[in-house]
Nanobody, 122 residues
């Protein structure tokens, strides 16, 4: 089992930036893929991007292309999501998840963090 703890969310004005972190502990070797999802009020959970510990990643969801960047620090077992040029429509709870393969569905991932709230004001 992998334990995930997100941090870095908060309130920011439109056009601002935030960096989310997801620290993994436990059996990280069994889950080589880390994904970021988000869920806005009244909407389904949405895949954002995923990365492997070896460096490969999926494409970003269209709505964040050119603004968000995923990265990882293997030594710290931590994955980051740098979010720039934030828009009000980016407001959501952001979750990181660990899985054994690349996937864009929640069911592709075995472990989830508690989520961190990102609120972008206009």
């Amino acid at each position: 089992q992998v334990q995930l703890v997100e941090s870095g969310g908060g309130l920011v004005q439109a056009g601002g930036s935030l960096r989310l972190s997801c620290a993994a502990s436990g059996r990280t070797s069994s889950n080589n893929f880390m994904g970021w999802f988000r869920q806005a009020p009244g909407k389904e959970r949405e895949f954002v991007v995923a990365i492997s510990w070896s460096g490969g990643r999926t494409p970003y969801v269209d709505s964040v292309k050119g603004r968000f960047t995923i990265s990882r620090d293997n030594a710290k077992n931590t994955v980051y999501l740098q979010m720039n040029s934030l828009k009000p429509e980016d407001t959501a709870v952001y979750y990181c998840a660990a899985g054994r393969s690349y996937g864009v569905y929640s069911s592709d991932y075995d472990s989830w963090g508690q989520g961190t709230q990102v609120t972008v004001s206009s």
